[in-house]
């Protein structure tokens, strides 16, 4: 089947989708040939393929397209980004895609106005129309509203917030005066103390806020609120070569006027620990760097040049805040105090320490860090030689000895004494930022707010190749928010279609409550175990993460918790076990280091430090450390930063719920934050990694718009006359709705709404809101429906009462035909005893007449029996009678009137059957006496001629057995001869088995293609290296190779232990020969008896063999003692027989016996039988026809008999040579040989 003009989307790995056409169906599968040539052709699942429409077309809202999938998606994003068109609707979801870079009149106030009252999807996708949407919300539903402005880093959050803030505040702020400036003021400010440079973004901002917007009853904006969480306090010491510290320090090196930056002693980033490490260039425009001299720039300044961003400038950014702080309130003796905090952590960084040499041991202040010392003391006002004190050394103050206790100062290393350093940096940096957004609060009070919009702006999904605290408290952020986002967008959306009645298919997607619960978990969770590891004594990250991994950690690949070397990037696959773990978050796995998490999450100073700064000569920094004293110390009660964290984020989530939602998803488009590109892959992740797709499928058959009947009663009835008024909200949302013409499709009424498919509210809207001629036809339209839906009831309620009249007649006939059947039942429940007990004595007629017939064949007393009959039958027609006449009669007594005759006729028959059997007894006797004696011949007979088949039916099946045992013993060396074949063979076949490995039958989760993702751009960006290789295969040890050298014979060798086992257990060699004999023929010990009968014969072979060496050669043939052919076979090196040899069952032989005369005499021949009683020969008989017999026993004649073994004679593998039992024995009889009697302890 060809399909050659069928455009389709295909995942491609690094395209995202491209266009290709399906060639042909197959199965499961499909074969496309791209569009692109530079593309392959290829086979894929038809969950990889989607339909495409006009791939060049791009539409506002993407719930507008033709085919709603994640690759149209996709494409639209494409197309419009490519025509500067960044936003773009999913029903009520704004996509905004970072330009990087200006678009001209994009937020301009024309831009603002134009967007002012209008609803969404009247005018191109803006954050304009979603600020503007969450007012016209809060205003209409009287309720307070949230825009959730989420996205990677770099994805333009910080931009889109300020945005809003503006459209907000140029619209409805005008009459509040300053406020309106203030809160616009807040932007700059907190992004020169809260933002950074990272790899991934020139302006992350480090930090969340949810700035509020607070309007009146009004609807006049009368002040607002920030809210701040989890400030990134390690970017403060440390940063990676091309990230930058806060912006605030580079704004004071470069932007400062020269006065200050010389009362401040600030030089060039260079000069400053906490800055050199990382990237030390300026943001700077072409005509901004000639203002910095060469005295201010680093030597990446100077041989890079400045960094360049449409949004930053360090130079002019500096004016910029030095006038907002001014505009929210602080005056310039506070300004100049912020900038001299700012400076003190910059000395700070700077003081260098060294060993002590002296008896006190320690550390103290370098030489090159005095300078330092004395700068950030000025700075933060203090005495130097008490902070030079409270660095080198700590402050632990005993429980006992006084109220205070008593105060010991315990001297610090040099690590410790950095560490102490570095604390006291973040701490004055971090409250420093606090107080900075305290200030700002304080500017714009609120009194009077009815109302809010609030903005929320956190930082995006993180992963980089070093993931520490930081990373783990932002992404349990988004994770929250993201479990938010997908209950509030698509649980909540689903369970409204459920309780409002609409038939919408239910969508799926990732839940993440286990991640959350992982991380969260009162009791169990990785912020309790942290918290109790910090308890401790003496904290160690090793054991912190042994713990997780020990109580959290899952046994299958897809487990949300897993080690380090589980991770797809080589560089994670490094760290141990207790190093770090690995956490498969909403949007990919991160590994994260732990070595810092106990630090981090402790932000305490020590109390020298602590002291020091509360008594400090600044105001300001008084100030910041007041509220730091608290009279409950120790580890025991201290509160971590993860805890504050998550006591902050709770509030804010409680806020989100309150409140009325919309969501801003913002997207990054290229890795490298240049403008005019953009990466499919990336942006495609992002999509689904949002949760954006799945929105779109809930969207492809949901009713995203929709409005309460009572409100759009409320909103448009000012619009139409008042006979329209007066309709309920209901009726009136239906006339309104069904006069419009609008398709079934594109709304749905609910049980206390109206829904509208996307971007059809607008049209309503827009219709309701047109000019008076349109309403005068909207006004006729709505009468008419009115007119035809009463007449429409009307005719509904006649159609109802002509259905209520025949349901009437139809219901009175079934109470009649209830009734009779009551009725009838009551009557045959009364009756029923009476005639069923009629039935049973009619049905012993039957019986009677058998009796008759019975009686009928009795040769005596028949008149007798007759007349009984007859009476019973008399009975039985009188009990008929008396039921049918009493109609009282009760149960109880037509059960003992049955009872009584039914015993009666059974005792008449039993007195019959009696009789009757008596007779045909008699008769029978007389006849079995006849045939008695009959009988007794033919068996007699029978058995004879039975004996004698038996017994030849048993000597066959004797003979049989003899024969299947040659057979088998034949066979059994046969297979000894095999057994190194079989072996090599079964050996073969193990190696076989053991060479098939694993396969891999299944593509990788969802979420193993998101990991890997992940790891791909986390690898280009870091230039490292991915391993996606499979597991090393199992290696086997291979087979010890054969020593043919080493082969023992094996009979040899189980003869050598049976030998070397008798002699450890009876040493016989040094007993006579009739001790031997005697023991064979007493002993009941099996194994005594067994290795004196193995001594005996022994010694007859030595014997015989020394016997025959020394005879003389005309006599040797006279003396043997068995035939030539059996002492032929014993020469020959036989395999041993398998199986027992003790217990034994006894056989017997028969072979011609051939034996040479002396001289030109014929040779005699004979038969020699046998008797192996076991191993060995207990009777020998040689029969000649012209000489006696010779009878041999064992211990009597042992000298003349063969002392040979039976598997020596080789007898067992002669055909025809066994015999049976009574065969010998005929012939010993015969020969007058006496019976024989077995050893004593051995059975016959």
């Not at 009835?717 to 329209?724: E, F, G, V």
Request: proline share 4%; net charge positive; glycine share 6%.
């Amino acid at each position: 089947m060809t399909m050659d003009k069928q455009l389709v989307w295909v995942r491609d790995p690094n395209e995202g989708f491209i266009l290709a056409k399906i060639h042909e169906l197959m199965g499961e599968e499909a074969d496309v040939f791209p569009l692109d040539n530079k593309y392959p052709r290829r086979v894929c699942g038809f969950d990889d393929i989607f339909p495409a429409g006009d791939s060049k077309k791009d539409v506002d809202d993407n719930c507008e397209l033709m085919f709603l999938n994640e690759a149209t998606l996709l494409n639209n994003i494409l197309t419009r980004y490519k025509k500067n068109k960044i936003y773009t609707y999913v029903a009520n979801i704004l996509l905004a895609v970072n330009p990087y870079e200006d678009i001209p009149d994009m937020y301009s106030s024309n831009t603002i106005k134009k967007y002012q009252g209008r609803s969404l999807g009247e005018l191109p996708p803006h954050v304009f129309a979603i600020a503007d949407k969450a007012f016209r919300d809060m205003k209409s539903l009287k309720q307070s509203q949230s825009i959730i402005v989420s996205g990677e880093s770099g994805a333009g959050k910080t931009e889109s917030t300020k945005y809003i803030l503006k459209y907000l505040c140029d619209l409805w702020a005008k009459g509040a005066g300053p406020v309106e400036q203030k809160i616009l003021d807040a932007n700059p400010i907190l992004e020169a103390f809260g933002n950074a440079k990272t790899t991934r973004n020139n302006n992350s901002s480090r930090f969340g806020k949810f700035m509020e917007v607070h309007f009146s009853n009004k609807y006049q904006v009368v002040g607002g609120h920030i809210s701040h969480y989890l400030l990134e306090k390690s970017r403060i010491c440390t940063q990676s070569a091309e990230e930058r510290n806060y912006h605030v320090f580079y704004l004071l090196c470069a932007g400062a006027p020269q006065e200050l930056r010389a009362a401040l002693k600030i030089t060039k980033p260079d000069d400053y620990l906490y800055l050199k490490n990382g990237c030390t260039q300026y943001f700077t425009t072409p005509a901004s760097e000639k203002k910095i001299t060469d005295n201010q720039k680093s030597k990446q300044q100077k041989a890079k040049g400045g960094l360049r961003d449409p949004i930053l400038d360090d130079v002019e950014d500096f004016q910029r805040l030095h006038q907002a702080l001014s505009r929210v309130g602080l005056s310039e003796n506070e300004r100049l105090a912020v900038y001299g905090v700012v400076a003190a952590v910059l000395h700070l960084g700077n003081i260098q320490f060294e060993e002590d040499s002296g008896a006190r041991g320690g550390c103290k202040v370098a030489p090159a860090g005095e300078s330092a010392l004395g700068a950030a003391a000025a700075a933060l006002g203090v005495d130097p030689a008490e902070l030079r004190m409270a660095l080198v050394s700590r402050l632990m103050q005993s429980s006992r000895g006084g109220i205070k206790g008593t105060a010991i100062m315990v001297p610090l290393k040099v690590h410790e004494a950095m560490h102490a350093r570095d604390a006291l940096a973040k701490a004055v940096y971090s409250r420093l930022f606090d107080y900075i957004v305290h200030r700002i609060n304080a500017s714009i009070p609120f009194q009077a707010s009815a109302y809010y919009i609030g903005v929320l702006d956190i930082a995006g999904f993180e992963y980089f190749q070093m993931n520490s605290f930081e990373q783990f408290c932002i992404n349990y952020c988004n994770e929250k928010l993201q479990q938010f986002f997908n209950e509030r967008i698509l649980k909540n959306e689903q369970e409204l279609y459920k309780r409002e009645g609409l038939n919408v298919p239910e969508i799926r997607f990732v839940d993440n409550q286990d991640c959350i619960d992982l991380i969260e978990s009162k009791n169990h969770g990785i912020f309790h175990l942290l918290d109790e590891e910090s308890k401790l004594p003496k904290p160690e990250f090793g054991h912190f993460t042994h713990s997780v991994h020990k109580q959290l950690a899952g046994n299958n690949a897809s487990s949300r918790l897993q080690v380090p070397r589980s991770s797809r990037l080589k560089a994670h696959r490094t760290l141990r076990d207790d190093e770090g773990f690995l956490l498969r978050h909403f949007a990919g796995a991160v590994c994260y280091n732990t070595s810092q998490f106990i630090e981090k999450n402790n932000d305490a100073l020590h109390a020298s430090l602590e002291f020091l700064v509360q008594e400090s000569g600044s105001a300001l920094v008084r100030q910041l450390f007041a509220a730091a004293h608290t009279p409950a110390k120790g580890k025991l009660n201290f509160i971590s930063v993860g805890a504050k964290f998550q006591t902050q984020l709770a509030c804010l989530m409680d806020k989100l719920k309150e409140n009325g939602t919309n969501f801003v998803r913002c997207i990054k488009p290229n890795s490298r934050m240049v403008g005019k590109e953009i990466e499919a892959s990336l942006v495609l992740t992002q999509l689904q990694c949002s949760g954006t797709t799945a929105v779109l499928e809930l969207m492809e058959h949901g009713y995203p718009s929709r409005a309460p009947f009572s409100d759009l009663h409320d909103m448009y009835k000012s619009y139409l006359p008042p006979k329209l008024n007066n309709l309920s909200p209901k009726v009136f949302c239906e006339a309104i709705v069904h006069s419009f013409g609008l398709s079934d499709k594109d709304y749905k009424f609910g049980v206390t709404r109206v829904f509208f498919r996307p971007g059809k509210y607008s049209e309503f809207d827009a219709i309701m809101r047109s000019e008076p001629e349109n309403l005068r036809a909207i006004v006729d339209s709505v009468l008419a429906w009115l007119v035809k839906s009463r007449w429409r009831r009307s005719i509904f309620a006649v159609l109802s009462i002509i259905k209520l009249k025949n349901k009437i007649v139809y219901r009175r006939q079934c109470l009649i035909l209830l009734q009779k059947s009551v009725r009838g039942y009551l009557v045959r429940r009364k009756h029923r005893p009476r005639y069923r007990a009629i039935a049973k004595l009619r049905t012993l007629e039957p019986n009677l007449q058998q009796m008759e017939a019975v009686t009928a064949q009795l040769s005596k007393e028949k008149e007798n029996a007759k007349r009984n009959i007859q009476n019973l039958r008399n009975s039985i027609s009188n009990a008929c009678a008396v039921i049918k006449r009493n109609e009282n009669i009760t149960k109880k007594e037509i059960d003992d009137l049955c009872s009584k005759l039914n015993k009666d006729v059974e005792m008449q028959m039993a007195a019959l059957q009696k009789a009757m059997v008596d007779q045909k007894n008699r008769e029978e006797q007389e006849r079995l006496r006849k045939l008695e004696a009959e009988m007794r011949a033919a068996e007699e007979a029978k058995r004879a001629e039975l004996e004698r088949q038996l017994q030849e039916e048993e000597n066959r099946r004797l003979k049989a057995e003899m024969e299947a045992r040659r057979k088998a013993e034949e066979a059994e060396r046969q297979r000894q001869h095999e057994a190194e074949r079989a072996a090599a063979a079964a050996l073969r076949l193990q190696l076989e088995q053991a060479a098939r490995a694993d396969r891999e039958s299944r593509d990788r989760l969802e979420q193993e293609r998101r990991d890997h993702e992940m790891a791909v751009r986390l690898a280009k960006e870091t230039n490292g290296h991915v391993e996606g290789s499979p597991p090393q295969l199992r290696s086997f040890p291979g087979m010890e190779p054969y020593n043919g050298e080493n082969k023992l014979n094996r009979s040899e060798r189980v003869r050598m232990q049976q030998a070397m086992q008798g002699k450890q257990k009876y040493d016989l060699s040094k007993w006579k020969y009739s001790e031997l004999r005697d023991t064979i023929n007493t002993s009941c010990d099996i194994e005594l008896l067994e290795a004196c009968r193995h001594e005996f014969h022994r010694r007859l072979k030595v014997y015989h063999a020394w016997k025959a060496r020394n005879a003389r050669k005309t006599t040797m043939d006279e003396q043997e003692r068995a035939p030539q052919s059996i002492m032929d076979a014993a020469k020959t090196p036989r395999l041993p027989q398998k199986g027992e040899i003790l217990g034994a069952r006894h056989r017997y032989f028969r072979i011609p016996f051939v034996r040479p005369s002396a001289g030109a005499a014929p040779e005699r021949r004979g038969w020699w039988y046998a008797h192996f009683d076991g191993q060995y020969v207990a009777r020998q008989m040689e029969l000649h026809p012209d000489k006696a017999p010779v009878l041999l026993r064992a211990g009597v004649d042992d000298m003349q008999m063969c002392e040979l073994s039976l598997d020596e004679t080789g007898l067992t593998r002669k055909r025809g040579a066994e015999i049976l039992e009574h065969e010998f024995e005929r012939e010993w009889a015969r020969h007058s040989g006496p019976p024989y009697s077995p050893p004593h302890g051995r059975a016959h």
